[in-house]
């Protein structure tokens, strides 16, 4: 093998996503991982950082507790994952354990991470790994000081700071229950280093379980190169215990998708009301009104308004320059540019073509009780308040609905039509 493949190689990075456990905190049937923090399951998030890492050569997901359903949705959002299964949810090594086999010869380094934690910033990653590959660490233990560490691992250190051990807050006693540097459950390991020494890790006699953070210890005792990456303060980072973690952590995902919007040019009347997804696209100089929810798979134009209390759901595209007004909500819909659609209105599995003026009151009817259907407003056309178009149904370009219109047929285009069932009346002129 050439040397300078061989040295890539031994850089190359396979993760392990831990993604067993049954999540008892959580105080629900659901799998912990497939809870939705920002209208996706919280093992989006650190699969979404993991492949967007050139180092992660391939992702091992571990699964356990509700392992089918986990497997479903991690293979719709991420379709190259691979999957190892943990028969017995006997602790968080034998969780690793359980991956190693299918971990290729050619990866030289093991990153293990909770599914749980979900919230981790690219750049903090990518300065851990490279830490951790420059200080040729056996392992490294990413840690973070919080201020309520209350259930999680914390980090102890000798009088002259180095890292020693993590101890699980189950066999934490007296002053070392007020440390408040915590583990991340975030790790980089030697391959071979890991592989050698995890069947070494023994039963936690209280919790019945074994731990993953016992290999430190096995580590310094065979005089292994470990040390701990401490996150900086100012950084993010959040693990999901129970319910009130999620609150907690669904607040900072969305402060800071925001944030990424408004430094490319998005204005929010008020951020705090304001609800969206990572996968929300806002296009430059468009203003987001108060309590107006746009929601995963919405993808909107530059130079547009949308809200206040508007609900933008998945599917839906507005191109340049539309107005979505207040007490709105579109669902698979496609408007194009230079449309009005003020007023408490519904539109669902509707195309809108450009100038379109749509008044207060318009519904879309496309449900009949057993299926959808779609609905076309052509370009310029008008349709006036309080109508009803029931899907199938194709309004003509530069048509016209009467206020209150019932509208179960074609319009022909730059017709007028009234009444319910809404009827021809006469041709628009000038249009």
Not at 145 to 171: A, N, T, W
Not at 235 to 248: A, G, M, Q, T
């Amino acid at each position: 093998m050439p040397r300078r493949v061989y040295k890539k190689q031994k850089k190359s990075i396979t993760a392990i996503v831990l993604a067993a456990g049954k999540g008892v905190r959580m105080n629900s049937s659901a799998a912990k991982v497939l809870h939705e923090a920002c209208g996706m399951p919280v093992i989006y998030y650190p699969l979404r950082l993991l492949t967007s890492l050139g180092q992660i050569k391939d992702i091992i997901v571990v699964l356990g507790f509700k392992a089918e359903q986990v497997k479903k949705v991690v293979l719709g959002e991420f379709g190259k994952a691979k999957f190892s299964y943990q028969n017995k949810l006997n602790g968080s090594a034998k969780a690793v354990e359980a991956s190693l086999k299918k971990i290729k010869r050619y990866s030289g380094h093991i990153l293990v991470m909770c599914a749980d934690s979900s919230l981790l910033e690219k750049g903090v990653l990518k300065k851990a790994i490279s830490f951790h590959l420059s200080k040729k660490n056996d392992c490294t233990v990413l840690t973070k000081e919080v201020d309520s560490p209350h259930r999680l691992g914390r980090i102890l250190r000798d009088q002259r700071g180095s890292f020693l051990k993590i101890k699980e807050e189950v066999d934490l006693t007296g002053a070392l229950k007020g440390i408040k540097e915590v583990n991340t459950g975030i790790y980089l390991f030697k391959r071979e280093a890991l592989i050698k020494e995890i069947g070494n890790i023994k039963l936690n006699p209280r919790k019945k379980e074994y731990f993953l953070t016992d290999i430190i210890e096995i580590f310094k005792t065979k005089n292994y190169k470990v040390d701990a990456f401490k996150i900086a303060k100012e950084s993010f980072f959040f693990s999901v215990n129970n319910p009130r973690d999620l609150i907690e952590t669904e607040k900072v995902i969305r402060s800071y998708l925001i944030g990424m919007h408004i430094d490319r040019g998005v204005k929010f009347i008020d951020p705090q009301t304001t609800f969206l997804g990572p996968k929300t696209l806002i296009g430059k100089d468009s203003v987001i009104y108060p309590f107006t929810f746009l929601e995963n798979d919405v993808r909107i134009g530059n130079c547009c308004s949308v809200g206040p209390f508007a609900h933008i759901r998945p599917g839906t595209v507005i191109k340049n320059n539309s107005y979505i007004g207040n007490f709105t909500e579109l669902v698979r819909s496609k408007v194009a540019s230079f449309v009005k659609l003020k007023h408490v209105s519904y539109l669902g599995d509707t195309e809108v073509e450009e100038g379109v003026n749509i008044g207060a009151g318009t519904i879309v009817a496309n449900f009949d009780g057993r299926n959808k259907h779609k609905t076309f407003i052509k370009k310029n056309a008008f349709i006036g308040s309080d109508s009803i178009l029931v899907a199938p149904v194709k309004v003509g370009k530069s048509a016209f609905t009467a206020a209150g219109s019932v509208v179960t047929k074609n319009v022909k285009p730059k017709t007028i039509v009234a009444g319910v069932p809404a009827r021809r009346l006469k041709e628009r002129q000038n249009v």
